[in-house]
């Protein structure tokens, strides 16, 4: 069937109608990593679908699958019925699929009506830019948009920039409108504006469908339905968003885990070791990411930091490790404060770091085991401090606690680019411990392990504790921070709620602070 | 559709073998075919190489003699390489240790060798180090790409040594290109029974001693660390800016002693064909001598051999074009760089 007569079909859809459906849609990276695992989903004409998920649980992809840019390794999609296999970017505008990015593909020198023709199949080599100003007109009265179409694109602030992004895909005549985070960067005045036109585009038959992981109350109380993605997997659709439940959102987004009966050692608490005050930094981007965020944690504490990906965690203890510039606040480590001392000062003082991302910063993958063990060891051990690294003696060490962490490895000699996932996980562990380190920063923890190999981290990390040492655990994981933590701490769009004693809370009321609630 | 890379679990010595075994046999076929296309057997082509190369002793001594600056020269692109930057400057900091070898001699041109040639080398230490630190510092301090700025700093350090010698303060009153000649006190001492100048020494002791740096020492595996992975090592505690600074100016510097050797040793003046393109040969050494600075003696030694030397030879007995020296680097480069990388990575499509 040819692909105009697919268009028209699909044009003639009544609200209610199946837009687009997908069976078992799969997807595996080169690497092994499960991005998308037999997603079933149906989206109708006339209807806002939200699909919400954490930043890592197969949302980029999937969309990614919807416009083309991926193809899928197993599934089928239809839209209106028919079968399709969505080839390129410009195939799925064939097919009438939409994208509203989130970082603008939009040119800045050029007007917004020149973006909205740009790469328009109808667009003639002579464009009739008056005529299509004319229908971009209509169209943006119908559903309230207010952009002046001469101006260039760089004049506009956000919010233009996404109407223009939005009216260039009904421009073009999409009927299914995958929006990424579409209320990114928008203030709460354009974001109400821009959920009412969204409303009104539902209402003329088109499917809506907004990806989201931040601002999810705001964005969730507009959609008809929602679809939750976690790790890979259709978690659930809920036909009625009002039903849901807080803590049943929370759940589906974050997952349970099994509960073990490992026990946190009853410790008395030292001294405060590190003290947090008013501190703000801002993301990549140059937003603000980390609002004001205050907390002491004692010698042998452990604080719990609960939250959903992407709340201002990574920003959070990249600042903490001296990885990322504060733009307001203090932090005192040991009673030196260490605002803006060297990464290497505060290694010297004794804080480690887990972080997220193993094989981008945890280690180096083309080092070996022993190699690693030197760079944690650089200025934190003595076999180091002086010109000449003293090979022997670090030999010695890696030995003993490769043996000690149960490292599942030939050798010392071998490449850690080659570990499992668990294995490295440990050997980041080992490798954090193995100097005197008195305060870890752990935005690992059990993420993505098996049941025995965390067991044995919770263990490690008890045992640490029992040690005087203190921690900081960044988890999503609510069953593991409520059972690891001394204290918890919610966070939210960068803020930081206040530390409150793990007995005197339960997953209800995190579950709530988490998402916003 | 398109492809997409994949890298390989670890490879064994006998795959790497095999990689240069295919390198090899590639470079060979790829030069038969330049031999073809200018009517030479590539028989006589390749004998012409070798003993164009290593033929007799008079030739063998002017390998030597042109492996020290260019060993100097791999070094300089070598040590940066390992911190993961790339230094494609060393022709513009061999000409600033020109610039600043000849400059001291000629300022102090009655002191005695003794006091006189350690200054020289100060000079030309410093010139070339400063010229290398412009592009590290604008790299330490707002990113500035490194390729961009010492690859312009070449020109301009061209432009410097032509506006000094060719009518400029230095220049040779008898008038041609050139600058006045070093005295004689400012001469590199030869060893003795040959024309080599001691400082074929210093670069091999300066190789010996990068190696030594990178197994043994902090700085090394600071270095070494950044340029497998600079967030890791950054997250460790490394102080990237220092890192960047020390080995691009140290690599500037090494090249600075490269622009001595040349001018102080072999031509005696600062003259602006000091240099026409070792620098840029000292990158394509340091690739395939896989930047370990041991393997770097031994590789530039035979690169300048057969790919300086005799490819000359092939120019002045048969004939042939003057870019026939470069051309069979780059061959070269290709016929194991890719092979090299086909080692480590598994083409698959996507």
């Known amino acids: ?517 | 559709m398109g492809l997409s890379l994949q890298r390989r679990k670890d490879t064994g010595t006998k795959t790497s073998l095999i990689i240069v075994l295919i390198g090899l046999a590639l470079a060979i076929l790829s030069f038969s075919i330049v031999f073809f296309t200018a009517r030479i057997n590539p028989i006589t082509g390749f004998k012409e190489i070798f003993l164009g190369g290593f033929g007799d002793a008079y030739v063998l001594q002017q390998v030597v003699k042109d492996t020290a600056p260019l060993l100097f020269v791999t070094l300089a692109f070598l040590l940066p390489s390992r911190a993961g930057l790339w230094n494609i400057g060393a022709e513009g900091q061999f000409f600033l240790g020109g610039v600043g070898a000849t400059g001291i001699a000629l300022a102090f041109s009655h002191q005695p060798s003794i006091v006189l040639l350690p200054l020289m080398v100060l000079g030309a230490i410093a010139c070339a180090g400063a010229w290398a630190f412009i592009a590290a510092y604008l790299k330490a301090k707002i990113n500035i790409n490194e390729i961009v700025i010492t690859l312009f700093l070449n020109w301009i350090a061209l432009l410097l040594v032509k506006y000094l010698t060719v009518g400029g303060p230095w220049m040779n009153p008898e008038g041609r290109s050139e600058s006045k000649a070093i005295p004689i006190a400012g001469r590199i001492p030869i060893v003795s029974g040959t024309n080599i100048p001691v400082t074929i020494f210093f670069a091999i002791v300066a190789a010996v001693l990068l190696y030594f740096i990178f197994q043994k020492t902090r700085a090394g595996f600071e270095i070494k660390a950044y340029g497998h992975n600079p967030e890791a090592g950054v997250k460790a505690g490394i102080n990237a800016k220092k890192v960047i600074l020390i080995s691009l100016t140290v690599g500037g510097m090494l090249a600075g002693l490269g622009g001595f050797h040349q001018s102080a040793g072999v031509i005696g003046r600062l003259r602006y064909d000091l240099t026409s393109g070792w620098g840029y040969y000292g990158i394509l050494f340091a690739l395939l001598s896989k930047n370990n600075p041991l393997w770097a003696i031994i590789v530039t030694f035979l690169a300048t051999g057969l790919l300086v030397s005799g490819a000359q030879s092939l120019q002045y007995d048969l004939g042939m074009g003057s870019g026939i020296g470069l051309l069979f680097v780059g061959v070269i480069i290709i016929c194991f760089v890719i092979p090299q990388f086909l080692k480590e990575y598994k083409v698959t499509r996507k």
Not at chain 1, 168 to 174: D, P
Not at chain 1, 185 to 204: C, F, H, I, N, W
Not at chain 1, 332 to 337: L, P, Q
Request: with cysteine.
């Open chain 1, 1 to 517: 069937m040819n692909e105009h007569h697919q268009k028209n079909k699909i044009r003639e859809l009544k609200k209610g109608e199946i837009a687009i459906e997908l069976r078992g849609i799969t997807k595996r990276y080169p690497g092994g990593v499960l991005a998308n695992d037999g997603i079933n989903l149906e989206i109708r004409a006339g209807e806002i679908h939200g699909l919400l998920g954490e930043n890592g649980a197969g949302k980029t992809t999937l969309m990614r699958i919807l416009v083309g840019e991926v193809r899928p390794d197993k599934g089928e999609i239809y839209i209106g019925g028919e079968k399709v296999d969505i080839r390129s970017p410009h195939h799925a505008r064939n097919m009438s699929i939409g994208m509203v990015h989130q970082q603008r593909k939009l040119i800045p020198k050029f007007s917004a009506i020149e973006n909205i023709l740009l790469g328009d199949p109808a667009t003639s080599i002579f464009p009739n830019i008056e005529k299509s100003k004319k229908k971009v007109r209509e169209l943006s009265e119908k559903f309230d948009f207010n952009v002046d179409l001469d101006a260039k694109l760089w004049q506009l602030d956000a919010g233009e920039a996404q109407i223009v992004e939005i009216l260039k895909v009904l421009y073009s005549g999409a009927t299914i409108i995958i929006m990424d985070e579409p209320t990114a960067g928008l203030s709460p005045v354009q974001q109400d504006k821009l959920l009412a036109s969204l409303k009104k585009m539902a209402r003329e038959s088109l499917a809506i469908v907004p990806f989201v992981t931040h601002k999810l109350p705001i964005v969730t109380e507009v959609c008809d339905r929602i679809t939750v993605l976690r790790n890979g997997k259709l978690i659930n659709t809920s036909d009625s968003i009002s039903e849901l439940s807080k803590e049943e959102l929370a759940d589906w987004m974050v997952g349970k885990k099994v509960l073990f009966d490992l026990k946190k050692p009853e410790t008395e608490l030292g001294p405060v070791l590190i003290e947090v005050e008013n501190l703000s930094a801002l993301n990549d981007q140059g937003e603000p990411a980390v609002k004001n965020v205050s907390f002491s944690i004692q010698e042998g504490e452990i604080l719990g930091i609960a939250g959903v990906a992407g709340n201002g965690q990574d920003e959070l203890a990249e600042v903490l490790t001296g990885l990322r510039k504060p733009t307001e606040g203090r932090i005192i480590f040991r009673g030196e404060d260490i605002t803006h001392a060297s990464i290497r000062r505060r290694r010297e003082l004794g804080m480690a770091y887990r972080s997220a991302d193993v094989l981008e910063r945890g280690v180096i993958g083309d080092f070996s085991i022993l190699e690693n063990f030197v760079l944690s060891s650089l200025y934190t051990q003595d076999f180091c401090r002086g010109m000449l690294i003293d090979v022997e003696c670090a030999r010695g060490i890696a030995e003993k606690e490769f043996t000690n962490f149960e490292i599942r490895a030939p050798n010392i000699f071998t490449t850690v680019k080659n570990l499992s996932g668990g294995n490295l996980s440990k050997l980041i562990l080992a490798l954090e411990f193995s100097w005197s380190s008195k305060f870890l920063i752990d935005q690992l923890v059990t993420q993505g392990l098996d049941v025995a190999t965390t067991e044995y981290i919770r263990k490690r990390l008890f045992e640490a504790k029992k040690c005087w040492k203190a921690i900081m655990l960044f988890s999503k994981d609510l069953d593991e921070i409520l059972m690891m933590s001394d204290k918890i701490a919610p966070i939210y769009e960068g803020e930081l709620g206040k530390p409150i004693p793990s007995e005197r809370t339960n997953k209800r009321e995190i579950g709530a602070a988490i998402i916003g609630k």
